[in-house]
């Protein structure tokens, strides 16, 4: 049996969220990428780099890349005799106790690959305890800028180790070494700085430039690939982190099948579409604002005769970026040369070009190019006639999710269902609530209850700006509210949060007979939290997310939810089937608990609709929820303590009393929204979103 492989959610932050979010404790590395370090003081001095090298001491990682390395040492020396590029300073982390220094090869310039090269860096075997002996000695690293570590060797005593280092001539003095990669144990957490960037596959540097020899420096750094990667794994396992032995591919998008629980209303529903279509060589496109959707009802691949169409008409526009960079000597002078080209030149692409332009992206899009997902059209497969098959869809059983949708509307007595009779799945997807809710004339043309599922998003979506990759074992799925402008004044939208919540916590718990003793509870907003069974302490755990986006159209609110739920994850995640077994529970499969939760998802919102945020809804939700009764700090009222009492029926915001000396309450009654507070449980701190 293979062993499970080691995923980490890979989500891009801001310096507001290190300053401001709970991030240390479920971050497993801390990468700051190359760029200027100028940025990062402006940002962080203070209180971020505070949280930084706590986080650090801890027990956490910061791996820090060209930029990243000269912040993560005690100063940074950058071209210190030239008036225009030099930068000179302290800096407050102090990972590395002396001086980054470069530019350790000359020729730098600023969003440009004139100084970029191919730098031959030596690896230091014996500072990893996984390097093999048959592992060459050096590999070439993409350079562009980065620095030196200054007299690296002087500081062993200090904990610094050299893990790789330059083997040509440098523009600067280095001292007594040539330290191009550095790590250094701090307090329990581990520090990894480099001037270079091992990070670049060769694969993702084929652009246009203005380096003459940019084309060998990418061959070069090709020729010694395979070392690179292994160096990079050596300094991930050095920071702890588990890296799998096999290079995995970044996965392709994957068709998206259409299916309902009577296939004849699928083809009703396609037919639906047709004022949005796009007719190019007889086939059907959705040309929206942020995808395009190709319906095909064969399974035959591009047709050669609509790609070479497609080719022929945008070849001069694209083939040369996907063969290296290179100018096209035949293009008008007006293109080589960078001049402003004629005003008609700039008018907006027609809907054909645009799905042409798409095509000719997909059918070169390949695993190794650093790919815009967004650009590669989205491939819908209707199925009208029978349900998908397990050879179509091997990770998802159709007719077992469709008979248990049936089993628990009947159960919720929900009459003439829609919550997930119509679905869309897909293996690989970008994001389920991106293909929704960033595509506004689809959107508007998908009826309530409209489901998309899918095993593996590349570009999930959170909270703020958060995107990462959600690897297997999550249940991830994305519904579609159409919620009556008439019903807002008595069913105000922002409680639909708190219903898909209640629906998440009612479906685990009504999945099957026994389940109702799963403790799952709601934390305010709409986080979902499980108790593990079995310990002392009785610890919660996060094990559900949901976001909610919502637009207007003129007669209704459009809302997306998306709900992104730990199911089946292996270790570190918590997940809701590894806490079954301890209950002597069989675990849970997705199609039965999406199937669970969107029936009482619809059972909810009927209420919802009916009665507003009814007693009825509020017992059930307080029931289910962290928070009754416990005292918290606000933050932005002068840190004063209060008690959480609930939440308004007619805004659903979180009400609180003040409380004063020997936590007696002052009568004061604190409301909180939901957008604009952030509820740190653990902590018991109510603090303001950035």
């Avoid at 074992?473 to 159409?482: E, N, P, R």
């Amino acid at each position: 049996m293979e062993a499970p492989r080691n995923r980490y959610a890979v989500i891009p932050v801001t310096g507001e969220v290190i300053i401001k979010e709970p991030w240390m404790s479920s971050c497993a590395l801390l990468v700051f990428p190359g760029g200027a370090d100028l940025g990062y003081c402006r940002t962080l001095n203070g209180e971020g780099n505070r949280r930084i090298s706590r986080y650090v001491y801890n027990g956490g990682a910061y791996l820090g890349f060209c930029a990243g390395g000269y912040y993560g040492s005690s100063k940074c020396e950058f071209e210190v005799d030239d008036p225009k590029l030099g930068v000179v300073g302290e800096r407050e982390l102090g990972f590395f106790p002396g001086v980054c220094r470069g530019l350790a090869f000359e020729g730098f310039v600023y969003h440009s690959e004139a100084g970029a090269r191919a730098a031959d860096v030596k690896i230091h075997k014996a500072a990893f305890d996984g390097a093999k002996e048959q592992l060459p000695d050096s590999f070439k690293s993409y350079y562009n800028g980065g620095g030196v570590f200054v007299d690296a060797k002087s500081f062993q005593d200090r904990g610094v180790e050299i893990l790789a280092s330059y083997t040509e001539d440098l523009h600067v003095d280095s001292g007594d070494s040539k330290a191009a990669v550095v790590y250094r144990k701090i307090g329990q957490g581990h520090a990894i700085l480099t001037g270079p960037h091992p990070e670049f596959a060769a694969a993702n540097l084929a652009k246009p430039t203005n380096n003459p020899d940019y084309l060998s420096i990418i061959e070069a750094i090709a020729a010694t690939d395979s070392t690179r990667m292994n160096f990079m794994r050596l300094i991930l396992s050095k920071a702890e982190l588990r890296v799998n032995a096999d290079e995995q591919a970044v996965p392709s998008l994957s068709r998206l099948h259409l299916s309902s629980h009577k296939p004849a209303g699928v083809a009703d529903l396609a037919a639906s579409w047709s004022e949005i279509f796009t007719v190019v060589d007889e086939e059907e496109y959705i040309v929206d604002a942020n995808d395009v959707f190709h319906l095909k009802k064969d399974t035959s691949a591009w047709s050669v005769q609509g790609l070479a169409r497609a080719v022929s008409d945008v070849s001069i526009e694209i083939l040369p970026k996907a063969l290296g960079g290179k100018d096209d000597k035949n293009k008008p002078d007006a293109v080589r040369q960078n001049i402003p080209e004629p005003d008609d030149a700039k008018k907006p692409k027609t809907k054909e070009e645009q799905v042409r332009e798409r095509i000719a992206y997909t059918a070169s899009a390949t695993p190794e190019k650093d790919l815009d997902y967004d650009k590669i059209v989205k491939r819908i497969v209707p199925h009208e006639e029978e349900l998908p098959n397990k050879r179509e869809t091997p990770y998802f059983d159709h007719e077992a999710y469709y008979a248990n949708l049936t089993h628990h509307h009947q159960k919720a007595q929900n009459h003439s269902p829609a919550f997930g009779t119509y679905l869309l799945y897909g293996e690989v997807v970008t994001s389920t609530n991106t293909l929704l809710e960033k595509n506004p004339s689809l959107l508007r043309n998908l009826p309530t209850g409209f489901t998309a599922t899918a095993r593996t998003q590349v570009a999930g979506r959170g909270r703020g700006s958060n995107v990462w990759i959600a690897p297997p074992g999550a249940l991830m799925f994305s519904t579609i509210v159409h919620h009556s402008f008439t019903l807002t004044q008595s069913a105000p939208i922002i409680f639909l949060q708190y219903i898909a919540a209640l629906a998440v916590v009612e479906g685990i718990k009504s999945y099957a007979p026994g389940y109702e003793k799963v403790s799952v509870k709601l934390k305010w907003p709409n986080d979902i939290y499980a108790q593990i069974p079995g310990s002392p302490t009785n610890p919660l755990v996060k094990v559900c997310g949901i976001l909610v986006n919502s637009s207007y159209s003129g007669t209704d609110y459009s809302l997306t939810v998306g709900i992104g739920l730990n199911l089946d994850n292996p270790l570190p995640t918590i997940s809701l089937n590894s806490l079954l077994s301890a209950l002597n529970l069989k675990p849970m499969t997705n199609e039965k608990l999406l199937a669970s939760i969107l029936a009482s998802f619809e059972n909810l919102y009927t209420t919802f609709c009916r009665g507003g945020w009814s007693t009825q809804l509020e017992e059930i939700y307080y029931e289910n929820w962290l928070h009754s009764g416990q005292i918290v700090e606000l933050e932005n009222h002068g840190g004063v303590k209060a008690r959480v009492k609930g939440i308004t029926r007619d805004w659903g915001l979180l009400l609180a009393e003040e409380l004063g000396e020997g936590e007696k309450p002052t009568g004061k009654i604190v409301s909180l929204q939901s957008d604009s507070n952030r509820f740190d449980f653990f902590k018991g701190l109510i603090s303001r979103k950035v």
